[in-house]
């Protein structure tokens, strides 16, 4: 399809602003690029947050209507981390993750208006290292595996493939992504513990996109939730 391709300085979300145009009824496939965000937005109502020139910052509308909407955001992790690098790692449900750090976010957003549904992906790539800022460990930067990498650059490394991707997904949705999935998946194999109070083995995942973990009352599948390595 034909993409609109807006760059802009700066902006409050790049979600937020196609989100408000897909509920005012505009329905253009879409690509909006920020250069820099005043809101930028995480999942749970997190804040994302990023310096002019150290990251990518973009959003993709498009109007899609899948048969089933679940593992819609881990087919776009799935995307982006085999587009950039095979050390790229993906950590359910769609964080890309580089030797046991963050290295960019995914936030899918969709709006339903009339029958249509407009899908809003938000990504947010690290692409130069930066300071912890209050974190424990800085976050990790495609730069430590792609030397020469700009936003530039990397904005048209990923978005062919991602457009492709979700024309693909719109059909045959995540089952067949699976197990090109479970090469990446950062977390299968290890102990774990979900934001709800879970814990257990990581199984991987169902075709359908859930977290499988094997817990102390047999194996529970995880549809949303946050999860971290369990500390030792
Ligand atoms: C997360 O890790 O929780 C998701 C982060 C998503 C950040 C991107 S940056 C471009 C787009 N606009 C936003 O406000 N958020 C997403």
């Known amino acids: ?43 749970m109502g997190r804040v ?35 587009s950039l690098h095979a050390e790229v790692g993906l950590k359910w449900p769609n964080d890309l993750w580089f030797q046991s750090r963050k290295l960019g976010g995914i936030l899918v957003e969709a709006a339903s208006m009339g029958g249509r549904s407009q899908v809003v992906i938000g990504v947010g790539l690290n692409i130069r290292p930066r300071p912890a800022e209050g974190l424990s460990t800085a976050p990790a930067a495609l730069t430590e595996l792609l030397p020469q990498l700009t936003a530039p ?39 774990v513990h979900t934001s709800d109070g879970q814990q ?14 094997q817990t102390d009352l047999g194996v529970q599948e995880i549809h949303s939730a946050e999860v971290s390595v369990r500390p030792l």
């Open 153 to 191: 650059a990397c904005l048209s490394q990923v978005v062919p493939p991602l457009i492709r991707a979700m024309l693909d997904f719109e059909h045959t949705g995540f089952a067949p992504l699976l197990s090109r999935f479970e090469v990446r998946d950062v977390l299968k194999g290890q102990r």
């Open 48 to 82: 994302w947050q990023s310096q002019a020139g150290d990251s990518l910052t973009f959003s993709l509308s498009l109007p899609m209507s899948p048969q089933d909407w679940s593992g819609l955001s881990l087919a776009v992790g799935l995307s982006l981390a085999e």
């Open 200 to 213: 257990g083995l990581c199984l991987g995942l169902t075709p359908g996109g859930a977290l499988r973990l």
């Open 1 to 43: 399809p034909d993409f609109t391709v807006e760059i802009l300085p700066e902006i409050d979300s790049t979600n937020s602003e196609l989100m408000r145009r897909a509920r005012a009824g505009q329905h253009e496939p879409t690509l909006l690029v920020a250069e820099r965000q005043s809101a930028g937005r995480g999942r």
